[in-house]
């Protein structure tokens, strides 16, 4: 009935566009649906029915077309030339139900990670996804050596045809090897997780991926950079998000006629003063060193949440309260100071003053200071 419908090239043209639209709106439909069935039905089973439906559907529209076209006869015929007995086709059967329980058996582990992870918090977001793709690639595995049993072929034959070839792949491959294996230590070692502010070698930026391979971070200029894991693993690294709080130091001197202990409360005082900077632990002031122009005042300070923006804000906070602050209490920053002497032997040390004027004369370019009003007597 459907040939004599179709019965033109022109209306099975139309008939092929219509049933290409008809499956990409279902599959389209099915897809929205999706979030609403799984408000009522576990996650697994409602993505279960979704597949099944298209897998089905995609099979009828498939047999219209056949029908549509009159490819009826080319694939008897080439079943014909195929011949399947009973026994390939049972094998062929099993084996598509063992592939289906395998997807269905992932779809069901993966639901139940990400719930034990939201009940109990042990491991990341990222963690839950190299969990499940471990468990799919053990089921895959299994499912894999299911099918050739099914199929009657030994895998021991397999795996001793490849020994070679693995041997030779794993010799060319040691590094990319090394560092998968350092991927999965940094997985589960966690030193630093996806949004962290990490140190590592030369590196300074947010993670904002950790894979299998390599670590990619963000730096603040904007920059991603790559990071394999084995080095990662091999070099040190420094994590400034990881209690939540990070400490800032930020110095500045004061005249050395300065009363030390009024500066350091003035100081703390204007610290305290600021947005940004948290209250506890208090913000405080320790002395630093002895410097060429001034003695050196760290102030201390810590920020919640850490990040670049968050630094910046408060460094800049601190450094304009504490100016302020001096200023207002006649506390002087001094300039760099530098005192100059003069061997005695050579004749010491000549400043000239105003209205006077050095330069250079006969062969030996000694250095004469002279008089303005004796020139002009001259």
């Not at 999965?184 to 991926?209: A, K």
């Not at 600021?274 to 760290?298: A, I, K």
Request: glycine share 8%; no cysteine.
């Amino acid at each position: 009935m459907i040939q004599a419908i179709f019965s033109g090239i022109a209306m099975q043209l139309l008939a092929t566009a219509l049933a290409l639209l008809v499956l990409v709106g279902v599959g389209v439909g099915v897809q929205a649906l999706g979030p609403r069935l799984k408000q009522r039905l576990d996650n697994a089973l409602v993505e279960s029915l979704q597949a099944g439906f298209l897998s089905v559907f995609t099979a009828a529209v498939g047999l219209f077309l056949i029908s549509v076209w009159r490819a009826g006869g080319l694939v008897e015929r080439g079943f014909r030339e195929i011949d399947p007995d009973s026994r390939t086709i049972v094998a062929a059967v099993l084996s598509i139900a063992v592939a289906a329980a395998a997807y269905a058996l992932t779809r069901v582990t993966k639901n139940t990670i990400r719930r034990l992870s939201q009940q109990r918090g042990a491991i990341t977001n990222h963690q839950q996804q190299v969990g499940h793709h471990l468990v799919q690639l053990f089921v895959s595995v299994l499912a894999g050596l299911v099918v050739l049993g099914i199929w009657g072929v030994d895998p021991g034959d397999l795996l001793l045809g490849a020994g070679v070839a693995t041997v030779m792949v794993g010799l060319a491959a040691r590094q990319t090897l090394g560092a998968v294996l350092a991927g999965f230590v940094v997985l589960f070692s966690r030193p630093f997780e996806l949004g962290d502010w990490v140190i590592i070698n030369d590196n300074e930026g947010v993670v904002t991926d950790i894979s299998i391979v390599n670590t990619q971070i963000r730096t603040f200029d904007e920059e991603y950079v790559m990071i394999p894991n084995d080095l990662v693993t091999d070099t040190e690294v420094t994590n400034r998000s990881r209690k939540g709080r990070l400490r800032l130091e930020t110095d500045v001197g004061v005249d050395y006629d300065t009363e030390i202990a009024r500066a350091r409360e003035i100081a703390t005082d204007a610290m305290a003063e600021t947005d940004t900077p948290m209250e506890r632990p208090d913000p405080h002031v320790v002395l630093s060193e002895f410097g060429g122009s001034s003695v050196v005042l760290r102030l201390r300070y810590y920020i919640d949440t850490p990040s670049a923006r968050k630094m910046w804000k408060a460094r800049t906070e601190v450094i304009t309260a504490v100016k302020d602050a001096f200023a207002e209490e006649n506390i002087k920053i001094p300039f760099p100071q530098r005192e100059l002497s003069g061997r005695q032997e050579a004749g010491g040390l000549t400043v000239s003053g105003v209205g006077a004027r050095t330069e250079a004369t006969d062969e030996n370019d000694e250095r004469v200071e002279r008089n303005p009003e004796s020139e002009a007597d001259e």
